[in-house]
Each structure stands twice: as structure tokens, then as C-alpha cells.
T-cell receptor, first 118, second 114 residues
Framework: GAVVSQHPSRVICKSGTSVKIECRSL??????MFWYRQFPKQSLMLMAT?????????EQGVEKDKFLINHASLTLSTLTVTSAHPEDSSFYICSARDPGVSSYNEQFFGPGTRLTVL | DQQVKQNSPSLSVQEGRISILNCDYTNSMFDYFLWYKKYPAEGPTFLISISSIKDKNEDGRFTVFLNKSAKHLSLHIVPSQPGDSAVYFCAASAVDDSWGKLQFGAGTQVVVTP
């Protein structure tokens, strides 16, 4: 149980285009999902916290108009990188909490999406 | 400001020996700590956790120790196996965070040699 999927796993796009990344909890309902970004050999940086049916809460320094997050259902959250630029190239990872399964604040992570902006 | 620190970026250990990974934190509101294992191009997978009311938690080959007064925790892997080669992240959650946000350390790359 507690499986989280991400799609696509890898995307290459041209500068100026928008890219949507989906995060799904496959066998549980996730009221809260998190979006992280990881640069090579660095830590996971929390970008935003997404709660089903409400606006996402962004961490300091993360542009909410640049990284649009929608958590429309209990099993799906999407991250849209708008007008992508080469500096947005990174590994994006989502995670979800399942209060019914996870102990305390354990999060279950998706496999990640490698975004390359040319 | 990094609230969770893993000061050793890498660790090399021989198969069968013990791996000790260290993690320090600065936020006294952290009350729950987790270790995640991550392979390249994959998401982290949960390994083991510990609540601040405990000082030790064991699960098979993995044991986590917590020293609250020193704001320090460590992960022991014994015996180390080649499949343990991965990046290990320490994470912490604060008691006053209702969403359960995690703060991650920078990670320690573990290489287990035959």
C-alpha cells in the first residue's frame, strides 16, 4: 500500500513552454501532498504544500505564479511549471501523507520527474 | 537556514561492517525524525523513524538513536550490504506543524564495497 506515482518520469521542453507534472496516490486518499525540488547532489527542497480543495501554501522564495499547484481531488495533485526556463531544469518529486497508514508525519514519495528545459 | 544538517556528504564502508550516519538539527520544536533512502533518479523511500519520546528505535539491520540534549541522531546499519549503497536523507518534523512538513538534510552518499 501507500504507492505514489508521478507522470511523466522525464520531460524535455523548449524554453517558454509550460509543463504539467501529475502526482497520484494510487491506493490511498491523500489530503496533503508536497512538492519538492532537488538539484544534483543537494537536499530535497520543499516548494509547496498542497491540500485538497484549497490553495497551495508556498515556501519562501518559491514563485506561486511560476509553479502552479492544483490539488483537485484526494488522489491527484498537479504541478505546472509555467514559461519554463533552463534554470527550472531539475528533479521534481511529490509526496503524500496517508493518515490512515503512515505513522505520524511519514510521507510517501513518488519516483520523481526529471525536467530539462532547452 | 539549514535546520537539519548532515555534515558527511559521503561514507564508504566494507560489506559486513557497520555504517553510521549522523544528523544534527537546530530546531528544538522538532519532535519526529525520519530516515529516507534514495537511489538516483528515484523518489526517497522511508526507512525508519523515531519519536522524540524515545532514544532508540530498531528495525532489522537498521537502528536509529536520538540524543535530544545534543540535538543529534544517528542511523546504524549493520551488517552493511552492497544493496545499501544509496543516498540517505535525515528528515525532521516539528510538533507545531499541522501539515507535517519535513525538513531534509543534504544527504549522505553511502558506498558499500565488497
Amino acid at each position: 500500500g501507500a504507492v505514489v506515482s508521478q507522470h511523466p518520469s522525464r520531460v524535455i521542453c523548449k524554453s517558454g513552454t509550460s509543463v504539467k507534472i501529475e502526482c497520484r496516490s494510487l491506493d490511498f486518499q491523500a489530503t496533503t501532498m508536497f512538492w519538492y525540488r532537488q538539484f544534483p547532489k543537494q537536499s530535497l527542497m520543499l516548494m509547496a504544500t498542497s491540500n485538497e480543495g484549497s490553495k497551495a501554501t508556498y515556501e519562501q522564495g518559491v514563485e506561486k505564479d511560476k509553479f502552479l499547484i492544483n490539488h483537485a481531488s484526494l488522489t491527484l495533485s498537479t504541478l505546472t511549471v509555467t514559461s519554463a526556463h533552463p534554470e527550472d531544469s531539475s528533479f521534481y518529486i511529490c509526496s503524500a501523507r496517508d493518515p490512515g497508514v503512515s505513522s505520524y508525519n511519514e510521507q510517501f514519495f513518488g519516483p520523481g520527474t526529471r525536467l530539462t528545459v532547452l | 537556514d539549514q535546520q537539519v544538517k548532515q555534515n558527511s556528504p559521503s561514507l564508504s564502508v566494507q560489506e559486513g561492517r557497520i555504517s553510521i550516519l549522523n544528523c544534527d538539527y537546530t530546531n528544538s520544536m522538532f519532535d519526529y525524525f525520519l530516515w529516507y533512502k534514495k537511489y538516483p533518479a528515484e523518489g526517497p523511500t522511508f526507512l525508519i523513524s523515531i519519536s522524540s519520546i524515545k532514544d532508540k528505535n530498531e528495525d532489522g539491520r537498521f537502528t536509529v538513536f536520538l540524543n535530544k540534549s545534543a540535538k543529534h541522531l544517528s542511523l546504524h546499519i549493520v551488517p552493511s550490504q552492497p544493496g545499501d549503497s544509496a543516498v540517505y536523507f535525515c528528515a525532521a518534523s516539528a510538533v507545531d506543524d499541522s501539515w507535517g512538513k519535513l525538513q531534509f538534510g543534504a544527504g549522505t552518499q553511502v558506498v558499500v564495497t565488497p
